[in-house]
């Protein structure tokens, strides 16, 4: 007993090897998916042997693939098979937390994430976003799988972007998932997240930055501004790792292959597509560029070469923000899903470098920075239309929680149970960017015209909470009913109007996990939860379930009952209001 015991005291004592993988995974469970699923697991088994981490962290994207409604009976067989394949390793403790629910459009992020915890690591814990504090649960073969509807699991904190980050985009399910470690006492974010795709070739050529790239950096901003203002569960260095759909500055891509050429537009009446041809001055396509379509007569060597690199441009203004390691591997997307071209491009896109690896500045604190490496998974197999892309690197013992600044330091109840606190004091917030600013102030531009055009209120202007005063009941604007004094008393205490719309529309709505159902670990919090004001998050908290989302309220003139009315009839009052 004595030497297992010095074997866990010299484990907790020596760095930690940490591999970190992101793989969109949406192609494997769509046409044959026994055919892919079996040549990706085998892969990606044979990289974990190769590499012997101990601890293993695996974020999906597009969990179920585009055709979810029919897919899913398929992520169960994929966890199903890589959780036997895991077994016969020495992992112990496994977390999974998949995103299943497509039923449930305001949540649903199709993310899934996924960790596994050797045995040799001595301390291990998981943070609860509830209770804002560490979970208790030991490391002793702790197997957890969440799936299907997961909103109501305290230990990861999960949100879809606001829909005005997507304005082309009837319906997203992009987001992140974020889950918090303690690993031999270093404390870690680890957070999966989905960003925007390019929805047309031709209007990412128009300019850089693209439209898209623009509504990218914006729902990146959004995501790191929120955990650096986190003052109930603090803020930890963190790794931001997923399917960033990062895509190449297009317009500047043409230009470097077009230059001696002549471009010809080609405009389909039928279906109102439109093609741009450039050719030589033989007359042949050299580079085809469509809607959906970017095709150039060297197609898989000439994206494969060095040149390339220099157009990968989406990141370099948040270097101060975000860092990465150096990129030596070709761009992860996108491949062709036969299995028999494991190597080639489609000629959908411009091949860029999607899935990447991000993290905190604050994260050099915690790791050996001369032992690392950012490579790519199965780049001779075919793994989907994307390629997974992994980082292996040490983890300090016992760093405690490194603070990236003092902006988050209330920290009401985010050290319990935990006494491992950063000793450093940030005199200066690297928060203060002019582009960060002014991406925020953009942001909270837009949600304000997409607050006047879905809602027939005008809030007032003003602090936050003066805004949820207005969302909860106590708003002293008014709407005359009638010239009955009491009808006017009685409106100076309620909302003449109060629309409860999909929340995760707003910018300024809890996105939070759901804490109806929950008791708070004090009565500090059990008073934070009482309020308008979510105590996590900061943001309007809306506790009604999910059925009374799309009803409104209305009080009656004489008796000032709520009467509910189906959303079916909003259109006919915003007719009476107008």
């Known amino acids: 007993m004595s030497d297992k015991m010095e074997t866990k005291r010299a484990n907790s004592d020596s760095d930690t090897k940490i591999l970190l993988v992101t793989a969109n995974v949406g192609s494997l469970f769509e046409d044959h998916p026994q055919r892919l699923l079996t040549i990706w697991l085998e892969e990606f088994i044979g990289n974990v042997t190769k590499i012997s981490p101990r601890f293993l962290a695996l974020h999906l994207q597009e969990v179920g693939g585009k055709t979810y409604e ?39 992020t199709a993310l899934g994430n996924i960790y596994f915890g050797h045995k040799d690591i001595s301390t291990l814990r998981i943070w609860n976003f509830l209770y804002h504090c560490w979970d208790d649960n030991k490391l002793d073969n702790d197997t957890h799988i969440f799936c299907g509807n997961i909103e109501t699991v305290p230990t990861k904190e999960k949100a879809k972007f606001p829909q005005h980050f997507f304005p082309e985009c009837k319906w997203s399910r992009k987001g992140f998932m974020r889950t918090r470690w303690e690993i031999n006492g270093t404390a870690i974010d680890l957070v999966n997240i989905h960003l925007f795709h390019d929805a047309s070739n031709l209007a990412a050529c128009e300019d850089f930055p693209s439209v898209y790239c623009k509504t990218r950096r914006r729902a990146l901003i959004h995501t790191i501004e929120r955990f650096h203002l986190d003052d109930k569960n603090g803020s930890v260095p963190f790794f931001l790792f997923g399917d960033f759909n990062f895509r190449c500055d297009t317009a500047g ?171 450093i004091k940030f005199k200066t917030c690297p928060y203060i960017s002019k582009l960060y600013n002014q991406i925020i102030t953009d942001g909270k531009s837009l949600s304000q015209e997409r607050k006047s055009k879905d809602c027939p209120l005008e809030f007032p202007e003003g602090h936050l909470a003066d805004y949820a005063n207005s969302a909860s009941g106590h708003d002293t604007t008014n709407i005359e009913t009638g010239d009955d004094e009491t009808s006017k008393k009685a409106a100076s205490n309620h909302p003449s109007i109060s629309i409860n719309l999909i929340d995760s529309d707003n910018i300024y709505v809890c996105m939070c996990t759901q804490m109806c159902n929950y008791d708070p670990c004090n009565a500090e919090l059990e008073a934070q939860t009482n309020s308008a004001i979510c105590p996590m998050c900061r943001n309007i908290m809306k506790k009604q379930p999910a059925e009374h989302r799309y009803s409104i309220l209305i009080p009656t003139p004489k008796t000032h009952k709520w009467t509910r009315i189906h959303q079916k009839a909003m259109s006919l009052i915003h007719h009476i209001l107008s």
């Not at 016969?88 to 977390?95: H, L, Q, S, W």
């Open 70 to 108: 029919n897919s899913m009976g398929n992520v169960q067989e994929f966890i199903r098979r890589l959780c036997e394949e895991m077994a016969k390793t020495e992992f112990i403790f496994v977390r999974i937390y998949m995103d299943e629910d497509f039923k449930s459009a305001e949540h649903f």
């Open 253 to 423: 891509v043409v230009k470097e292959l077009t230059a001696n050429l002549t471009a010809h537009r080609l405009q389909s009446v039928k279906n109102e597509s439109t093609k741009i041809n450039y050719r030589n001055s033989d007359g042949n396509n050299i580079l085809t560029v469509g809607k959906k379509e970017f095709s150039h007569a060297d197609h898989q060597l000439k994206f494969k070469e060095l040149w390339l690199k220099e157009f990968d441009k989406e990141l370099a203004p948040l270097t101060e923000l975000l860092v990465e390691y150096p990129i030596n591997f070709i761009p992860s997307y996108p491949f062709e899903e036969d299995p028999e071209m494991p190597t080639d491009y489609m000629s959908t896109r411009c091949p860029s470098w999607c899935d990447r690896i991000l993290m905190s500045p604050q994260v050099k604190d915690i790791i050996e920075s001369d032992e690392w490496k950012y490579d790519m998974i199965g780049e001779s197999v075919c793994m989907g239309d994307h390629k997974p892309i992994y980082l292996t690197l040490r983890l300090k013992p016992n760093k405690g929680t490194y603070r990236s600044c003092d902006c988050s330091c209330t920290h009401t109840n985010a050290n319990n149970n935990n006494n491992l606190t950063s000793p």
